[in-house]
């Protein structure tokens, strides 16, 4: 167990990078999503908002939602006006209460709402979408649910989703630096930005069993270890962590992998990082029960806010990647040996010294054949001498 003092150091770090991260999401999603629940009991339902949507479009649906804001805000002024001609002894805490109402509501007038901006778009719809949930079958399953229910929200607009029990590759490649057979985990849910693998959930079923629930939460978060895993690889390599670059040690510890796990009607969200060497520590990022996001705005809304901060943490995380692994990659070249050119001088040239060029082929050996020749060895004659002054040629032997 970590002392007291380490767990409020790990919780702090934990919400700095939650609050990067929702600094990061779209403005213009974020506004939308006020707008919304401002709009909470004005509005049916997500569901009967969609023929508005179709038939309006975007920018004249945004222009509805804000001229509602302030029909609201006149309403509230008039309320205002009324309480205080009702009672006069309360003047200062009516008009200090009506203050704050008109407030809210104008800085609800005044958001930046963009008709093509991703992540409105994407809110748009999942509006649409969730019109189809009420020819949802009565007994579901767990893939009834994430066919229904979340698959409206699971698709993000910026990362990428393998649906259906797809193994792992983070978790095979983590497993085969142990074993040779090693084969990942298959997931529900599985996100990715390109090819790199950085966030994860997964549907324990309409009814589980409390072991069943507690096996795919831990399964979840081993699959978010392994994906930190497989990222720092990929950043340091085969570099020993003594010779690590700090500053591409610190900037990985921002990979931080979110992951969810569905029980029954209600997704839990969390992100998991890691506070020391092959130490993790995770924490709980929110929790909505989905069962009634075709029906409230306020569910539909918190579910929505939940998988973009979700999107927005992969992100990050997959941000982290590449800068740890380019600040890693500058800090190689900076230590990398200066080649030196060395040239030998003689004497003799024109300074006088010339340059000894030193030939380092080495010409090749010539070796006897291993292999006998066939036939007789030849015999070596005897040299013959022609020349005037010795007269003719002779052999030994010859008689004159």
Request: glycine share 6%; net charge neutral; aromatic share 6%.
């Amino acid at each position: 167990m970590l002392p007291p003092k380490i767990l409020r150091q790990v919780s702090e770090r934990i919400d700095t990078v939650l609050v990067r991260a929702r600094n990061g999401i779209s403005k213009s999603a974020l506004g939308l999503l006020d707008l919304l629940e401002a709009l909470s009991r004005d509005l049916n339902s997500p569901a009967d908002l969609r023929e508005p949507i179709l038939s309006e479009g975007s920018k004249a649906f945004f222009a509805s939602l804000k001229e509602r804001i302030r029909q609201k805000m006149d309403i509230a002024d008039q309320r205002a006006a009324e309480l205080a001609n009702r009672s006069p002894d309360s003047d200062e805490d009516t008009e200090e209460h009506a203050g704050r109402i008109s407030a809210r509501l104008q800085r609800l007038e005044y958001l930046p709402l963009d008709h093509q901006d991703p992540c409105s778009k994407w809110i748009l719809e999942a509006i649409q979408k969730t019109a189809a949930i009420s020819t949802a079958p009565a007994s579901r399953t767990e893939r009834t649910n994430d066919v229904y229910y979340l698959m409206p929200f699971a698709i993000m607009p910026s990362i990428s989703l393998r649906y259906g029990d797809g193994a792992s590759m983070a978790d095979r490649d983590d497993k085969r630096l142990r074993t040779s057979k090693g084969t990942g985990k298959k997931v529900d849910y599985e996100y990715f930005v390109g090819s790199r693998e950085l966030g994860s959930g997964e549907n324990s079923g309409d009814a589980p069993s409390k072991e069943k629930v507690n096996r795919d939460f831990i399964a979840t978060i081993k699959l978010a270890i392994s994906q930190i895993r497989k990222s720092k690889m990929e950043v340091f390599q085969d570099v020993p962590v003594a010779d690590r670059c700090k500053d591409a040690t610190e900037t990985a510890a921002m990979i931080t992998p979110p992951f969810f796990v569905i029980e029954r009607h209600t997704i839990h969200f969390y992100i998991l990082c890691e506070i020391g060497s092959e130490i993790f520590a995770f924490k709980k990022c929110g929790g909505i029960t989905f069962s009634s996001v075709h029906q409230e705005i306020l569910p539909f809304a918190g579910l929505a806010r939940q998988f973009l901060l979700f999107q927005q943490l992969v992100i990050q995380s997959n941000t982290a990647v590449d800068l740890a692994k380019l600040r890693m990659q500058e800090d190689m070249a900076l230590h990398l040996p200066v080649p030196i050119n060395i040239d030998f001088w003689g004497g003799g040239g024109p300074l006088p010294v010339t340059p000894i060029k030193r030939d380092l082929v080495r010409p090749r050996a010539i070796r006897r054949a291993s292999v006998a020749i066939a036939g007789p060895t030849p015999v070596k004659e005897k040299a013959i001498v022609d020349s005037p002054e010795f007269g003719s040629p002779s052999r030994s032997g010859d008689q004159s």
